[in-house]
């Protein structure tokens, strides 16, 4: 809001008196003339250069207007024939000065980080057009109107601080020039608006233009506004005043590039325009240069060709008829005309017109609901985030400091700016320069930084240094700055540089305003004829400086705003080149600041100590390199003369000066240099110096590149830094190790560990250049190809080479390795292609195929590329226009395409997707990428645009979700998932051409490589992201697929919601800025006129678009639910600060109970379910188990691809449930529940469901609340005492709640959650009780005060209308209260103090806040929510006070009680913007009055409960904080980044009453766990605790020990086999996080872990007892790339690994003498391997097509089955075929017994789990066989071997997933997708169901005892113990 004085409008001209020239300036031909049309004065600016005539508003640039109005408005008229310029200088509200230029000279809208180039483009109305051009002869007056703060959220995504200055440029006529926070409609004036009541805000007087009686104002003159007003609110909402040009934002067209447009066209307000939509097939061709895309006009004539240069300006003929100047210009730079005519308006355009690259949808464009067109959203916005660098250096390598306390150094990296802390290496970067860093300076206070950069103009950045914002943007007066220098109070900065004409130029600034919000000042300029190498502002006065350079020594005086200097008497040392000076310190004691020394060196060795106060030399001293007969290294001495070695830089400490030279050496002497205290020898030229603030280490850095300390008390040195010293050519990750290879132009070669980017390998080759580096996949070595022609082989491990070929005859273009390691490929410029075989340790030459690759192609990483699967081999050639894919065994063409058509058009790089897609992508010249069917070859799609340039490298993520793109130097990523034309967000930050982009092996990061190795880290949470290679390809589908935020049920594909819709549930901070705006714009009752059509969920048997895919959830931001826009609020008034306002809504209500859904004692078989939902995609994560303490863990990283989405902290997505209706609350007993059907859940942030629970499932006994029908046929539940299983023990621990584990240290209880389980455990004995009764998973869990009641939340089942929440008895163990109020989840619960009250908080899509009586558990009082909140806490010192937490800001409840009402009152602070914190995640009440809160960001901030404020907050982490908990003076913090800190907090109850200071608050104690934590209890001393982890596992915590204990242990993933030990001891488990875990039998402990990094554990097998002694026994476990490892139990360790498969092992089983293996894969083949010798000698391909499911092996006892052997072994395959087979391995003879082949029907999964096809021997009758999959009927089936035949059928309600027989009693273990087990007794022929599980139960293994059964649904292991009766 603009200041009163500015208020309603301000006019700029008047208030500046322009005419007096004093507070403005006018340069060139400005003058004062009289306008005929305007009949008034009017300013003419003329002249042939339009930088030399302009009006400059204020008349200094150090000066600012300080206009805030958000409207500029300017009346002003183009010369006829002429260009004009504008520019505007716009400071924003974090300090940064932004330049918004206009003009006509502009061709396109180019954008940097401070400058926004919109071009102003004329449209005349001529058969040819004139794109960018002189004004035509009919140019008018023009009212143009700029939104400035729409203007920089939309291309910055600033905020808008003030207008600073105005430029306005030769030609043109100004009339006058106003600010306004008010939209004026120039058209309308005030008389016209009040006669004809028209809800506009007219124009005033003063800035009308003047309108003959009876002519329209459109007639005369042109109105453009920019961005366009739709982009502020929704079309419908638009006045109905707006020109015509608004009334027809109907649709989708095809956008330009940003521009103003200026233009008329006829008008008739009856003519209703459309608009034709192009073609999605149609051809988009993409320019050779970057240019605005074809602009989509409506009108009546067709003759009007559409611009492709951009916005034009139509002039008008005098024949011309009547015009409508009103222009619209959007953001986007769509331009919409209105025109009068009968003809029907159309769409004139190229129909292959495509969105502009790199263009992001606005959160304008998101709350107005306009779709962009082909574009879909792309979230989270950034997707990628700079995490790490690798170099040093760039323009110059003099630059390295140390911060103040000496913790961390900061130097340049190009365009970067690294602060590395020493002790951690960890990495902080300062981004916004676009070109190298040429000097750094940094006060003495450590507060301000100041950099400049090297290119002209020099541009130069003043930091806060703490929290890393630019604080200020100026230009310097210097084209170059060399050397930058602060006073030690920072309010001085000097300069050094040169201007233009090469002269010397010393400029002092004042920089003591920028902390205070105010500018930079030149205090002093001044040229000299000196040479300066080095200038330093004394520490001890600001106003005293020091230079030196060639002969000169001078002192500087800075008085007033005069800067002089005198010279220093050098004597016989005038002619010496001296390099660099230092300020030591006062001679004899003196404290006078005159009295400091000044010390000075040369390049000829000689170190002069001068006299400031006598400006003289008082001592000489030349240092000489001689050799002493003690060693062959020189020993520096002090010499009065001869030729001395060549000093760079000195650093001066009070006791020592350290001297860096030429020769390598960095010295330390004393201030006498009377000897040398050290010396270090580097392998390079020392460039730089610095010593530490404490004198005891020493900075250093070289000419090539090293930064490294000295400890001086130690004589340690320790490098910092490596780089290259030139650019990087091509880089190579390596998956096993972790390495990155790279190669660059100053000729090494180097190894880096991906990890902590530590140089591990130096290669250099100074004769011949390296140009190309690949490593191989499985050995420790990599190939290198030189520009000599020569391919070497090196190995790593001897650090040497192994072999060298020079076959080809040119220079190395292209390496490429096949992903098995079996074939090396290299191309040369002469267009050769080699082969090598690098199967063995060394590689040999195969072929050489001549003129095949094109030849003298650019230097590329993508010149050559082989397929995942190792069968394909793509490159360029044999000519530029074309691609050819060949055989990379025997090099025989597959394919040749052409890309080079239409038009003239070449290719530069290549390369392949992930082999499930078939894609190859093939970038062009003309900045095209181009996908193509590697099979046919033929055009899946193209990204157009997507370079201007050639993109030289690019790479495709493995799960083809993310596609990178480099040209120029920026990097480019794609939403390659989204069809038909992705999403794409652009990286700038190198300041020279990106040469490569790649993923890590872990598909967790992005490198990119040029100038410096950048790494980024990929910011979409694996758990949130859904891979393309999970479901049915978009492109296969009949119709168009729009992912929407809810979930679809298993039969359908809802409709894509509303473009509004969408906009808003994908971009979930145009939510929050909306509702920011209705709370303190309007009243609450105006949100009901906001449109927000909610989508209802499926009913029961309903269905939306029928398709093939069985079901998806996308993870996007939630709808508006009964809380939100679109419903009316209540119970909720808002206040300002420090006012509290009763709600006269909120009242007590009364108990309404729900009607009984089933009767308890109604018969099992009237109990039938229906399928209604779907499953979910799962999501899994890679990353290994890290544990503080615990079992042995083998850990090893495997060669091949993770089966991962990669992961990180934070992000947008989240999965939106649909809306439930606002119903009653209820209170039911459990006695007489009813049952709430199963559904997803998901909603809460924190709690995401990682299993794929079915639409229904049963319930868990009969009569329970859960207990429900199941399918058309019976679910048969055991009654009351004759129940067969047993539930014994959970292993697990669900790690996608919050806050869902309790401990209560004084009473020992012990509870935590397992998918719908409740389980208490003692954590003496370890024995368990589970408490049953969720049909969801549960979400929370809260305790009471005083232990005696304990509560529990679960998701919202689909067919119910709330969640459900159970109030447990701790002492019974029963359910006592079950309540329902929410509607989707709830995500939080905490009784009062006093346990009389329990607040539940709903999540995001339910945002509701219920307030429960814990005497009746009736429901108190709820409240709707204007935002979302994330955490909710009581008072501990007042029952009636809560806190939330919303997204940015604190709210503070009180209840109130009136009789028998109760009201809520709520007292809202916003988090004050100097915190700069990001979403507030979790809370806890520290001592009265303190509350503290965590941020996403990682931030603590402590709030004053009495005053309503923050007074401090601090950096606590780099993650989100999940958890704070708060104890005395000590808190606990937990974050996503694993975690665990414990903070000493004692003095922040002092800093309340003082200024805060960060450095109060002190870390204690740090620990890492394996996953983020989500929940945590600690006792009252805070010295130990129980801490939950997102990775399933449960640690104890003791801060006195500092160590972390393991409690409850699980996969943090899907758990894929279990399997026992012969004699019953133990049981393993394998899973998809590639952990194969060992547990005791007896107490159900994890004893043993084997962790395989990147790779899945699919099958696993434990030796039979025949393998001998126990300690003998071997696991067996197959993973997903198709090795085979076999880990021995006793040594716990890996014995062997071998590779049987090219694909993924997916059934594993031992021989009955435990000496072979069978191995079944997923493409259908049978290994049968060897141990002992670790081959492969037999491979059974009978299932070939079909993956193996299962393979059993048994003894072969009957000798009349007809075949010899002593095994009997089956194998079934997905077709649900089964082969049996009798052998005798012995002998090597196997021999095919039985092929069984069972009928199956089009379903190929049930509740979208695949249908196995399962087969087992009976363990009481060998000669039957059991099978169950995918029949015509739901069954199993009983085959006789003897008999040849189906002997038996067993009925089943569902198909089965799972299947276990017993070796004991006669019983079958079943699992169905469903939720269900049913455990079948084949003797007596009964059957029992039991329910537990919340998710598929994909797994049944009875114990070889038969007395155990374990389960598994999706990570979560249940033990049942099988009784006898």
């Known amino acids: ?298 009108s009546c004539e067709c003759s009007e060709i559409p611009s492709l240069g951009g916005p034009s300006v139509r002039s008008r003929e005098p024949s011309a008829q009547r015009e409508s100047a009103t222009v619209d210009v959007a953001a986007d730079g769509v331009h919409v005309f209105a025109h009068e005519s009968a003809v029907v308006p159309m769409a004139l355009g190229d129909t292959g017109s495509r969105e502009p690259p790199g263009r992001k949808q606005s959160w304008q464009e998101a709350a107005s609901g306009k779709k962009v067109p082909g574009q879909r959203h792309f979230l989270p916005d950034p997707i990628l985030r700079l995490k790490r660098v690798i170099g040093f250096g760039g323009h110059s390598t003099k630059w390295a400091l140390w911060t103040k306390d000496g913790a961390a150094v900061v130097y340049p990296c190009h365009a970067a700016i690294v ?60 084209q170059a700055v060399s050397v930058l220098s602060f006073s030690g109070s920072g309010a001085v900065l000097c300069g050094v540089g040169r201007d233009r004409h090469g002269r010397t130029v010393v400029v002092a600034w004042d920089t003591g305003p920028v902390g205070r919000g105010g500018e930079v000042a030149v205090l002093a300029k001044v040229h000299t004829d000196f040479d300066v190498q080095a200038f ?309 030459v195969l072929r050489v195929a001549a003129n095949v690759v094109c030849p003298n192609a650019p230097l590329s990483p993508n010149t050559l590329a082989v397929s995942g699967d190792s069968r394909l081999l793509a490159f360029v050639g044999p000519s530029k226009c074309t691609v050819t894919v060949v055989d990379p065994a025997s090099l025989d063409e597959l394919l040749r395409v052409d890309v080079g058509t239409p038009g003239p058009d070449s290719a530069v790089a290549v390369c392949f997707g ?158 929050a800025q909306d509702s920011w705006r209705t709370q303190h714009l309007g009243p609450v009752g105006s949100l009901g006129h906001r449109r927000l059509c909610h989508r209802r969920a499926p009913r029961c048997g309903q269905t939306s678009e029928p398709g093939p895919l069985r079901a998806m959830m996308v993870r996007g931001g939630g709808p508006a639910g009964p809380g939100g826009h679109g419903a009316k609020l209540r119970h909720l008034c808002v206040s300002s600060p420090g006012v509290w306002l009763p709600s006269p809504h909120c009242r007590r209500r009364g108990r309404v109970r729900e009607g009984l859904l089933f009767s308890p004692h109604c018969p099992a078989d009237a109990l039938t379910t229906s399928s209604e939902e779907g499953p979910c995609e799962k999501s899994r994560s890679p990353e290994g188990l890290c544990q503080a303490s615990g079992p042995p863990e083998l850990e090893e990283k495997a060669g091949g691809a993770g089966d991962g989405a990669r992961g990180a902290t934070g992000g947008s997505w989240e999965l939106a449930v649909p809306p439930s209706p606002c119903g009653c609350p209820r209170a039911q007993s459990t006695g007489k529940g009813g049952a709430q059907p199963s559904a997803h859940l998901g909603s809460c942030k924190h709690f995401r469901a990682c299993h794929t629970p079915p639409a229904k499932a049963p319930g868990p006994r009969p009569g329970d609340a859960s207990a429900r029908s199941a399918s058309s046929q019976s679910v048969c539940f055991p009654p009351a005492g004759s129940a067969r299983l047993r539930l014994k023990a959970v292993l697990g621990y669900s790690g996608r709640g919050r806050a869902n584990m309790v401990w209560r240290p004084d009473t020992g209880f012990f509870a935590y959650t397992c998918g719908r389980l409740v389980v208490v455990e003692d954590l003496h004995s370890g024995a368990q009780q589970h408490w049953h009764g969720h049909p969801e998973d549960i979400s929370t869990l809260a305790l009471s005060h005083d232990a005696q009641v304990l509560v529990s939340a679960s998701g919202r089942s689909r067919a119910a209308a709330h969640c459900q929440i159970r109030v447990w008895d701790v002492s019974g163990g029963l359910c006592q209260h079950l309540l329902s109020h929410h509607g989707t989840a709830v995500q939080a619960l905490a009784f009062s103090p006093d346990d009389r009250l329990l607040v539940t908080l709903g999540d995001r899509g339910d945002c509701t806040l219920a307030v429960w009586s814990t005497a009746t558990y009736d429901l108190v009082c709820s409240t709707r929510l204007l935002e979302p909140v994330r955490a909710v806490a009581f008072s501990p010192w007042d029952a009636h006070k809560l806190t939330c937490l919303g997204q940015r800001a604190v709210t503070f409840w009180l209840l109130q009680q009136c009789g028998a009402d109760i009201s ?289 092996v048994t003894s072969k006892e009957y000798g009349d089955l007809g075949v010899q052997g002593t095994d009997l072994w089956l194998a079934a395959s997905g077709d649900q075929r089964v082969s049996v087979w009798a052998s005798d391995w012995l002998w090597n003879h196997c021999e095919l017994l039985d092929w069984l082949s069972f009928p199956t029907t089009a379903v190929l999964e049930t509740q979208g789990h695949p249908l196995p096809a399962l087969a087992a021997f009976c363990p009481w009758d060998r000669v039957l066989l059991v099978h169950a999959g995918l029949g015509v009927h739901k069954e199993v089936i009983v085959y006789s071997l003897r008999q040849k035949q189906v002997v038996e059928r067993i009925s089943l309600p569902f198909f089965a997933i799972s299947l276990s027989l017993s070796p004991g009693a006669q019983l079958m273990a079943i699992g169905f997708a469903e939720c269900v087990l049913r455990l079948v007794d084949c003797a007596l022929g009964t059957a029992q169901d039991f329910a537990g599980h919340g998710g598929a139960v994909q797994l049944c293994r009875f114990t070889p005892s038969a007395r155990l059964l374990f389960t598994v649904a999706h990570n979560e292991i249940l033990v049942w113990e099988v009784t006898s009766h």
């Open 1 to 298: 809001m603009a200041p009163a004085w500015q208020q309603p409008f301000l006019n700029v001209f008047r208030h500046f008196k322009v005419d007096e020239w004093k507070r403005s300036t006018k340069e060139g031909d400005v003058a004062v003339v009289t306008d005929k049309t305007l009949r008034g004065r009017v300013y003419r600016i003329r002249g042939l250069v339009p930088a030399g005539s302009y009006i400059q508003l204020p008349r200094t640039s150090t000066q600012s207007l300080g206009l805030t109005g958000r409207y500029l408005y300017l009346l002003f008229r183009p010369l006829p024939s002429k260009h004009f310029v504008i520019h505007l200088d716009v400071a924003t509200e974090d300090s940064q000065v932004v330049r918004v230029s206009f003009s006509s000279l502009f061709k396109e809208f180019k954008s940097t980080a401070t400058w926004l180039q919109f071009p102003f483009v004329f449209e005349a109305r001529t058969s040819e057009r004139d794109l960018a051009g002189a004004a035509p002869p009919g140019a008018r007056w023009t009212f143009l109107q700029l939104d400035l703060q729409d203007t920089l959220l939309l291309y910055l995504n600033r905020s808008y601080s003030h207008l600073k200055s105005v430029r306005l440029c030769a030609s043109l006529l100004v009339r006058n020039l106003y600010t306004s926070d008010l939209r004026f409609d120039p058209a309308v004036t005030v008389t016209g608006a009040q006669r004809a009541k028209l809800p506009v805000t007219p124009v005033p007087r003063e800035m009308a233009f003047p309108v003959p009686k009876g002519e329209s104002w459109h007639e005369r003159y042109v109105h453009v506004r920019f961005p366009r007003d739709s982009m502020e609110m929704p079309p419908e909402r638009a006045p109905k005043s707006c020109s015509p040009a608004e009334a027809v934002l109907l649709g989708p067209v095809p956008r330009p590039l940003p521009g103003l447009v200026a233009g008329s066209k006829p008008m008739q307000d009856s003519v209703s325009p459309t608009v034709q939509t192009p073609s999605p097939t149609a051809p988009c061709q993409a320019p050779v240069a970057p240019r605005p895309l074809p602009e989509v006009s409506l």
């Open 419 to 478: 602060v590395l802390r020493i002790h951690t290496g960890e990495q902080r970067l300062l981004l916004g320069h676009t070109d190298k860093v040429s000097a750094l300076a940094l006060d003495g206070g450590g507060v301000l930084l100041a950099s400049a950069q090297a290119r002209p103009p020099c541009v130069l950045r003043l930091w806060d240094f703490q929290t890393g914002a630019c604080l200020s943007l100026f230009r310097s007066p210097m």
């Open 1464 to 1752: 809520l009152q709520v007292h809202r602070e916003a988090v004050p913007e100097a915190v700069g914190v990001g979403e507030l995640t979790s809370l806890c009440y520290g001592p009265r009055p303190l509350v503290y809160c965590g941020s996403s960001s990682g931030q603590v901030c402590v709030w004053d409960t009495h005053a309503g404020r923050c007074f401090l907050a601090w950096e606590a982490d780099d993650s989100e904080i999940g958890v704070l908990l708060c104890s005395g003076p000590r808190l606990v913090s937990g974050s996503g980044a694993r975690r665990l800190r414990l903070w000493a907090v004692g003095t922040v109850q002092e800093l309340r009453r003082r200024s805060a200071r960060s450095g109060s608050v002190f870390m204690e104690h740090e620990l890492s766990l394996d996953g983020g934590v989500v929940s945590a209890s600690f006792d009252d001393s805070m010295d130990m605790g129980v801490v939950g982890t997102t990775a399933g596992t449960l640690w104890y915590i003791s801060w006195a020990e500092g160590t972390s204990t393991r409690l409850v242990s699980g996969h943090r993933s899907k758990v894929n086999e279990v399997v026992f030990s012969p004699s019953e001891s133990h049981c393993a488990t394998c899973g998809e996080d590639g952990s194969v875990r060992v547990w005791s039998l007896a107490s159900l402990e994890l004893v043993i872990q084997f962790q395989v990094l990147n790779q899945s554990c699919l099958c696993l097998a434990w030796s039979p007892p025949s393998c001998g002694r126990p300690e003998q026994q071997r696991l067996a476990a197959g993973y997903s790339d198709g090795t085979l490892r076999l880990f021995r139990i006793s040594r716990t360790a890996l014995e062997l690994k071998m590779r049987p498969h090219p694909s993924a092992l997916t059934a594993i089983a031992f021989s009955t003498d435990g000496q072979t293996v069978l191995s079944g894969d997923k493409d259908g083949l049978v290994a049968v391997s060897r141990p002992c010798t670790g081959m492969t000698f037999r491979v059974l391909s009978d299932h070939r097509g079909a993956p193996i499911s299962t393979i059993q």
């Open 536 to 844: 330093r502002v004394a520490s001890f006065d600001g106003t005293r400086m020091a230079s030196c350079g060639q002969g000169s020594v001078r002192l500087w005086r800075l008085r007033g705003a005069v800067l002089r200097s005198c010279p220093v008497d050098l004597g016989e040392h005038r002619a010496l080149q001296f390099t660099d000076l230092a300020f030591g310190p006062a001679q004899d004691g003196c404290r006078e600041s005159s009295a400091q020394t000044l010390y000075v060196c040369s390049r000829g060795g000689h170190v002069l100590e001068i006299d400031p106060q006598r400006r003289a030399v008082r001592c000489a001293r030349c240092l000489l390199p001689t050799r002493t007969s003690s060693g062959p290294h020189p020993q520096t001495q002090t010499l009065s003369s001869g030729p001395g070695v060549t000093i760079s830089s000195l650093s001066v400490s009070p006791t020592l000066c350290a001297v860096g030279s030429e020769d390598g050496s960095l010295r330390l002497w004393p201030l006498d240099f009377s000897s040398v205290l050290l010396e270090a020898e580097h392998e390079g030229p020392v460039s730089w110096v610095c010593v530490s603030p404490d004198g005891l280490r020493v900075l250093s850095a070289t000419a090539t590149g090293h930064l490294g300390v000295l400890d001086v008390p130690s004589r340690e040195y320790r490098v910092l830094a490596r780089a290259h010293t030139a650019p990087v050519l091509a880089l190579s990750t390596e998956r096993s190790r972790g390495h990155l290879a790279t190669v660059s132009q100053d000729r090494t070669v180097r190894i880096w560990d991906l990890a902590t980017l530590r140089q591990l390998y130096d290669f250099a080759s100074p004769e011949d250049a390296p140009c190309a580096v690949t490593f191989h996949p499985t050995r420790p070595a990599f190939f290198c190809g030189f520009s000599s022609g020569a391919v070497r082989a090196f190995s790593l491990e001897a650090a040497e080479v192994l072999v060298e070929h020079t076959c080809p005859r040119g220079a190395i273009t292209g390496l490429a390795v096949t992903p098995d390691g079996g074939l090396l490929f290299s191309s040369c410029s002469q267009g050769s292609l080699a082969q090598y075989s690098c199967a063995g340790p060394r590689c040999h």
């Open 914 to 1071: 992930p082999t499930a897609l078939g894609h190859l992508l093939v970038s062009t010249s003309s900045g095209r990428v181009v996908v193509l069917d590697a099979t046919s070859g033929r055009t899946v799609r193209e990204l157009c645009g997507a370079h201007p340039a050639a993109c030289p490298s690019l790479a495709l993520s493995e799960d083809a979700r993310f596609l990178l793109t480099a040209a120029g130097r920026a990097v480019t990523v794609w939403d390659y998932s989204a069809q038909p034309s992705p999403g794409s967000q652009v990286y700038i930050g190198h300041s020279e051409p990106v040469r490569a982009v790649a993923f890590t092996p872990d598909q967790q990061q992005v490198l990119s490589a040029g100038d410096v190795v950048f790494l980024w880290d990929i910011v979409a949470t694996s758990e949130r992201q859904v891979s393309v290679l999970d479901r049915v390809c978009p492109s296969l589908l009949p119709g168009p697929l729009t992912p929407s935020p809810c979930l679809l049920s298993d039969r359908s594909l809802p409709r894509p919601p509303p473009a509004r819709e969408a906009a808003r549930l994908l971009r979930p901070q145009a939510r």
